[in-house]
């Protein structure tokens, strides 16, 4: 990722296990409205998705230039070396009902924190 995120792109990563602990590579970014997903692609995951800013996720995925994955659409690849390729998410858009779950978690979690 080159340069800096524009205000309009969302600033939170959510991230797999696998991604986050480092065990595997991102082969999945999908652009939703309130957050990005870094994923590694398999089918697999047993814990919890994983909050990071996504300036510091993005370094994990190397090649990839996050503005030109628009909003409602993924970019993935085969392996870690592979070419990224932009597509419509078969996810799309998220959700308001899914937004307002995520920010009642998120200040759950900071209120466990406080």
Known sequence: MRGT?????PSVAMLCEHVFTGERPIL????????WQLLCGADDHTGRPHRAHVHHAAQRALGLEFEGIPL??????????????????AEG??????????????????????
């Open 72 to 89: 409602g659409f993924e970019a993935s690849r085969a392996s870690a070396t592979s070419a990224w390729v932009v597509t419509p998410s």
């Open 28 to 35: 999945l970014v999908i652009h939703q409205r309130f957050w």
């Open 93 to 114: 858009d998220v959700s308001d009902s899914d937004a307002a779950a995520f920010v009642a978690a998120l200040q759950a979690r900071r209120g466990k924190h406080a």
């Open 5 to 9: 995120m524009d205000s309009a792109f």
